[in-house]
């Protein structure tokens, strides 16, 4: 009897060092494979803000480029009505003159809101989408107060906008769109923006695109701002078109 007491309390004992090893091998296991799951994560997000600074820079120097040519353009305007006056040119002087005003009004800055920052931005994308062939337009109505702080404010449309972008290069269409309005009604702004989209991927919450996690974590971040203010999004595939509503308290 002893003898098999003692041998039941032996196998016990194994058995419950053999089950503790289990599960502390599962724990290690799930520790690490999460600890693996978020350094992919962070490398991910880190060469995502790097492909962004990337596309900043391009456009910086692309509207650099461009600012250059207009004032070269403007020079040569001026040399012209310069050198016709010399010669007394009046007449062709005067339509020389015109000639400039309305090149000048067709190439100057346009301001699309009050805002200082998502004018800023706004006009950064336009130039984005001009380099990449994409036809931007949009309609801004902002109140004049906004308590949504700078950073959340600048997150919110740099990944709303850069999620629209990627989508028309990927779109495979002729004419890729993007189109961006924004009202208020009370304390909240209601943001509406349509850009071309594959009509062959599908969306499904994550991404429009299978090979990727940009759109996805682009998506994440703007409905995390969202709901910490009390807002909503809604995200619809209209298969070669897609759809972006976002309403969001702004005080």
């Not at 003898?3 to 089950?19: A, D, G, K, P, Q």
């Not at 502390?24 to 991910?44: D, M, P, Q, T, W």
């Not at 346009?110 to 337009?137: M, P, Q, R």
């Not at 090979?211 to 809604?234: M, N, P, Q, W």
């Amino acid at each position: 009897y002893y003898l098999y007491v003692y041998r039941t309390h032996i196998s016990i004992v194994l058995f419950f060092f053999i089950y503790i090893s289990i599960i502390l091998f599962i724990v290690v296991f799930i520790f690490v494979s999460l600890r693996e799951f978020y350094a992919k994560i962070n490398v991910e997000y880190l060469e995502m803000q790097r492909r962004t600074a990337l596309r900043q820079e391009h456009g910086l120097r692309a509207s650099q480029a461009g600012m250059e040519r207009q004032m070269e353009d403007v020079r040569e305007h001026l040399r012209l009505i310069e050198r016709l006056l010399e010669e007394d040119r009046l007449e062709d002087a005067r339509n020389a003159c015109g000639d400039f005003s309305s090149s000048f009004q067709s190439v100057r800055y346009k301001h699309y809101c009050d805002n200082d920052i998502l004018d800023v931005i706004l006009h950064g994308k336009e130039t984005e989408c001009e380099n990449l062939g994409i036809a931007f337009s949009c309609d801004i109505l902002l109140p004049q107060e906004i308590g949504i702080p700078a950073p959340t404010f600048i997150s919110l449309f740099f990944n709303l906008l850069n999620n629209g972008i990627e989508s028309c290069e990927t779109s495979g269409q002729e004419t890729p769109f993007l189109n961006l309005s924004i009202t208020y009604k009370g304390n909240f702004l209601f943001i509406h923006m349509e850009n071309a989209k594959n009509p062959d991927t599908v969306f499904d919450h994550k991404t429009t695109k299978s090979d990727t996690f940009y759109h996805g974590l682009g998506l994440s971040i703007i409905e995390e701002i969202v709901r910490k203010r009390d807002g909503a999004c809604r995200w619809q595939d209209h298969k070669n078109i897609f759809v972006s509503d976002i309403m969001i308290d702004y005080t």
